[in-house]
């Protein structure tokens, strides 16, 4: 399985940016695909995830302001980011995980000016 994540970039704080991320290769029905982000001198954390079956989880931080969603048909992902906060930037990666096996998106970067 290979990821392509696009999207991503500069914007003010406040404003809003959309990730999207498209899996290929070998799918099974059932996986799990979600952003994770890795801000300077942190490590990896959490932002959301989407499973195949429609369950859906958010780090609690976020809430209200990232919406993850689905297109099994397209097998892509998408991460719609609004009212941004400058502790938004990060470099978000795209992840998914089958079977017991996780394959990670190349990372795009999130930059959220103050």
């Known amino acids: 399985v290979q990821l392509q994540a696009s999207g991503g970039g500069l914007v003010q704080a406040g404003g809003s940016l959309g990730l999207s991320c498209t899996a290929s290769?070998?799918?099974?029905?059932?996986?799990?695909m979600g952003w994770y982000r890795q801000a300077p001198g942190k490590e990896r954390e959490l932002v959301a995830t989407?499973?195949?079956?429609?369950?859906?989880k958010y780090a609690d931080s976020l809430k209200g302001r990232f919406t993850i969603s689905r297109d099994g048909a397209k097998d892509t992902v998408y991460l719609q980011m609004d009212s941004l906060k400058p502790e938004d930037t990060a470099v978000y990666y795209c992840?998914?995980?089958?079977?017991?096996?996780?394959?990670w998106g190349q990372g795009t970067q999130v930059t959220v000016s103050s």
């Open positions: 989407a499973s195949s079956g429609g369950r859906i």
């Open positions: 290769g070998y799918i099974f029905r059932q996986n799990i």
């Open positions: 992840k998914q995980d089958q079977w017991g096996s996780s394959v």
